[in-house]
C-alpha cells in the first residue's frame, strides 16, 4: 500500500484507522487489496512480462500432457491439448487487457465484472483453491525430485518444497521479479535440451510417438471421449490467467511511445503463456512415451523420470544430478507464483467477510498450509479427478468474466470501465454471479454423469458455453442495473489530462494517507474521501452511501476533498 511509514507521516484522525508494519510495507504487501499506483508500477513492459512468463516455469504441464496421453493415446491428446489451448488463448485476452489498463488483480477485476463486491469472494475462493492444488501439484513433482535425486522421503520433501519459497513470496513483486529474470534463461535451455539431443540422436522417436496408444482401449487414434476428457482436464489450467496478470497490473500506463511494447508484453505473458504451456504439455506426452517402456506407464507421467531419461540422452553421468537441479528451480519459480496469488486471493476474500486484513504475509502461510496437507495427503495421485472437477468450476467462473468483457460491454449492457470500489458497488450481482452459478451447477452434474458419457467427457465446455450465454441475457433481464450502486461523490476526476488514471492525490479521512484518485471514494459516513482498503474494512457505515444494505439506486454526493498533492503519491 501506499501509507506514509516516514516521521512526518501525518497522524491518523480520532478513531481513525492505523495498519500494521507488514500492512504498511509496500514491497511486503504489494497493492493486495487495492489498484496499483503509478508511483508503484516503476517496472518495464519487459521486466514485467518476464516476471508473468517466469511463473509457468511448472512442470505439472509435463505431468497432464503425459497422464493425458497414457490414458487416452496420442492423437485424442494432441487434439485435446490444442483444443484448450485455443479456449484458454482467446478467454485470457480480455481479462489480460482490462487487468493491465486498470491496474488490478484478478480478484477486483472479477468484482466489477458482473460479479458484485461480495458476490465475487466466491471465486475469491475458486482461484486461492486454484493456487493451493497446484502448489500441492508442483511441491509434489518437486519432492520426487528430492526422493530420487537426494533421497529425502516424500513426507520430508513436502516440507522442504513449502518452507523453501516462504522468503521470495513474502517480499512480493520486488523479489519476485528478480529471480524470475535471471532464472529464466538456465531454465528454457534446460528445459529444450533433452529434445534437441533426442532429436539430434533419435529422430524416428517422433515418428514412432503418433501410434503411442498409452492406456487407452482405442488406441492411438482420435477418440471424442478421450479428447473431451482430455482437454477437460487441461482446462483446468484456465485459472492460470489469474496468476499471470497479478503480475499484468504493475504493467505502465499504455501511451503513443510505448504501445508496441505494451501490446506485445500484455499479449505474450498474458494469453500468450498456453502457447508454452500446450508445447511443454506435447512435450510431457512425448517423454512419457520415451520413458513407458523402462519404468511403466504408472511412473511416466513423473517429470523427474521424464527428465532423467531426457538429460541422460547426452549427459548421462550427471543426468539425476542435473534433472534434480532442473526440477527443484522450476518448482520454486512456480510455487512463488503459486503461494503469491494465493496470498493476494485470501486477502480479498477474508476482508470483505471479516472487515479485518492483517496483511497479505498472513495469508502465505494460510494458502501453504493447505496446499502442504494435500501434498501430505497424496494429491498427485489423483491428478486427472481433482483437475478434470475443478476444471468445470474455473471455466464457469472465467467464461462469465469473458462475457462480460467482450459481450456486455461492447453492446454498453454493463459500463464501459470496471468499478472495484465497496462504495460503488451492490454486494451481489446477478449477470456474472448468477451465470456462474448455474453454469457450474450444470456442468459438475454432467461431470458426474446426468447427461451421459459425452456429457461427462464435455462438461467443461459446457460450462463455458452456458456462462458466457447466461451473462448477457441476465444483463438484458435485469437491464444492467446491478453493476453501479451510486455515482462518485469526489469533484477530482479519475482520469487526468492525457486521458490516463489521474495520479492526484487524494488523503483518506480515516487512516489520513495519500493515494492516488482511482482509489478513493466519497464517503457520507466519514464526510470525507475514503481508500477502497479502508472502505473494505469499514463494518459500522452499514453502507449509508448507497442508502443501505438494501440500495435500490444510485446516490450522489458532493463530499469535501482533502488534497495532498499531484503527482507520485508517497511510498
Not at 456474472?432 to 452459478?437: E, H, I, K
Not at 463494518?539 to 439506486?553: I, L, N, Q, T
Request: hydrophobic share 45%; net charge neutral; charged share 10%.
Amino acid at each position: 500500500m501506499t501509507e506514509i511509514v516516514d516521521d512526518q507521516a501525518p497522524p491518523a484522525p480520532p478513531g481513525g484507522r492505523t495498519y500494521n508494519g507488514w500492512t504498511q510495507n509496500d514491497t511486503v504487501e504489494d497493492y493486495s487489496l487495492r489498484y496499483a499506483p503509478k508511483s508503484f508500477r516503476r517496472w518495464s513492459p519487459y521486466v514485467v512480462a518476464t516476471t508473468a512468463l517466469g511463473g509457468i516455469a511448472y512442470l505439472a504441464d509435463f505431468a497432464i500432457g503425459g497422464s493425458i496421453a497414457v490414458s487416452h493415446g496420442f492423437s485424442s491428446a494432441l487434439v485435446a491439448i490444442l483444443t484448450a489451448a485455443v479456449v484458454i488463448f482467446l478467454t485470457g485476452i480480455p481479462i489480460s487487457y482490462y487487468s493491465a489498463k486498470y491496474s488490478i488483480d484478478m480478484d477486483l477485476l472479477t468484482r466489477g465484472a458482473g460479479f458484485g463486491y461480495l458476490g465475487s469472494t466466491l471465486t475469491s475462493v475458486i482461484y486461492a483453491s486454484f493456487t493451493f492444488i497446484f502448489f500441492a501439484l508442483e511441491g509434489s513433482i518437486m519432492a520426487q525430485a528430492l526422493q530420487l535425486g537426494l533421497h529425502i522421503p516424500l513426507a520430508v520433501g513436502y516440507v522442504v518444497c513449502s518452507l523453501v519459497v516462504l522468503p521470495l513470496v513474502v517480499h512480493g513483486m520486488t523479489a519476485l521479479s528478480r529471480m524470475q529474470v535471471w532464472t529464466q534463461p538456465v531454465w528454457l535451455v534446460l528445459m529444450v535440451a533433452p529434445f534437441v539431443s533426442i532429436a539430434l540422436q533419435e529422430p524416428s522417436k517422433f515418428a514412432e510417438f503418433t501410434h503411442f496408444a498409452g492406456d487407452s482401449p482405442t488406441g492411438s487414434t482420435v477418440s471424442m471421449l478421450g479428447v473431451g476428457a482430455g482437454a477437460g482436464v487441461a482446462l483446468s489450467l484456465i485459472a492460470q490467467i489469474g496468476e499471470q496478470v497479478d503480475y499484468l497490473r504493475f504493467m505502465p500506463d499504455k501511451t503513443p511511445q510505448n504501445s508496441r511494447r505494451w501490446w506485445a508484453a500484455v499479449l505474450g505473458a498474458g494469453p500468450g503463456w498456453v502457447v508454452l504451456g500446450a508445447l511443454k504439455q506435447i512435450g510431457g506426452a512425448f517423454l512419457a512415451f520415451c520413458i513407458a517402456g523402462s519404468v511403466g506407464l504408472g511412473k511416466a507421467d513423473e517429470p523427474i523420470q521424464q527428465y532423467v531419461h531426457g538429460f541422460g540422452t547426452f549427459a548421462a553421468p550427471v543426468a539425476l544430478g542435473l534433472a534434480t537441479f532442473f526440477v527443484i528451480l522450476s518448482q520454486v519459480k512456480i510455487n512463488a507464483t503459486n503461494a503469491y496469488s494465493g496470498s493476494l486471493s485470501w486477502s480479498n476474500f477474508f476482508s470483505r467477510l471479516t472487515h479485518r486484513h492483517p496483511g497479505r504475509v498472513v495469508y502465505i502461510f494460510l494458502n501453504v498450509g493447505i496446499a502442504l496437507a494435500l501434498m501430505e495427503g497424496g494429491v498427485f495421485g489423483f491428478l486427472n479427478t481433482v483437475l478434470g472437477f475443478y476444471s468445470n468450476v474455473a471455466i464457469a467462473w472465467i467464461g462469465a468474466v469473458v462475457a462480460d468483457l467482450v459481450i456486455n460491454k461492447p453492446l454498453k449492457l454493463s459500463p464501459s470501465y470496471i468499478e472495484i470500489k465497496r462504495a460503488h458497488l451492490y454486494h451481489f450481482n446477478p449477470v456474472g454471479f448468477g451465470s456462474m452459478l448455474i453454469a457450474s451447477a450444470v456442468s459438475v452434474a454432467a461431470y458426474f454423469g446426468a447427461f451421459g458419457a459425452y456429457g461427462k467427457a464435455f462438461s467443461p465446455f459446457l460450462a463455458l458455453f452456458l456462462a458466457m450465454a447466461l451473462s448477457p441475457l441476465l444483463a438484458v433481464l435485469t437491464r444492467g442495473r446491478y453493476y453501479i450502486a451510486r455515482t462518485d461523490g469526489l469533484p477530482e476526476p479519475l482520469l487526468g489530462a492525457d486521458g490516463l488514471p489521474s495520479a492526484t492525490v487524494l488523503t483518506c479521512s480515516v487512516c489520513a494517507t495519500g493515494f492516488e484518485r482511482p482509489d478513493m471514494a466519497g464517503c457520507p459516513f466519514h464526510r470525507g474521501a475514503i481508500c477502497s482498503l479502508c472502505c473494505s474494512l469499514e463494518k459500522d457505515c452499514h453502507d449509508s452511501c448507497k442508502g443501505g444494505p438494501s440500495a435500490s439506486g444510485p446516490v450522489s454526493l458532493a463530499l469535501p476533498v482533502v488534497r495532498s498533492g499531484e503527482g507520485p503519491g508517497p511510498g
